[in-house]
């Protein structure tokens, strides 16, 4: 698998949510790098733990943003929002029943990489071309 990074392609053109998307991707590559070095169950566990509780504070900004902005889109990004945390879950699910198994490590590449880079390109950046056409800007700090 190629390094999991965050590329200037990625960018939705709204810093707050560059930043926390650069965050995200660390966690995963964290995650990433914690099965395929084949670091112990705890370690494990605890970088799949930081993703989750990541994630949450991330999708929570963005839907609040979205929200404060009367996005149109907000229902259906928090369906793909809720998705991938369902996904996450089912992936924890399965570390505390079955251990790191291969499986588990090739699905990181398929079950969350793709998902979330093909989200951030389409559909955060749907988000960011509209704050843009409506002239809104969102502080950096949150
Ligand atoms: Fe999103």
């Given at each position: ?87 996450l879950s089912n992936l924890e699910e399965e570390l505390e029943e079955e251990g790191a198994t291969k499986m588990l490590a090739d699905s990181i590449d398929t079950l969350l990489v793709k998902w ?27």
């Amino acid at each position: 698998m190629k390094e999991i990074a965050w590329t200037m392609d990625l960018s939705v053109g709204i810093e707050l949510i560059d930043e926390q998307h650069k965050m995200l991707i660390k966690h995963l590559s964290d995650l990433n790098e914690s099965l395929q070095s084949g670091k112990g169950p705890t370690k494990i566990a605890s970088t799949l733990n930081f993703l989750i509780e990541y994630t949450n504070f991330h999708f929570s900004a963005e839907e609040k943003h979205m929200a404060a902005n009367d996005y149109p889109e907000l229902e259906n990004h928090k369906k793909m929002h809720e998705g991938f945390k369902t996904t996450l879950s089912n992936l924890e699910e399965e570390l505390e029943e079955e251990g790191a198994t291969k499986m588990l490590a090739d699905s990181i590449d398929t079950l969350l990489v793709k998902w979330l880079f093909e989200h951030i390109r389409e559909i955060d950046v749907a988000f960011g071309k509209y704050l843009k056409e409506k002239g809104i800007e969102i502080p950096n700090e949150d």
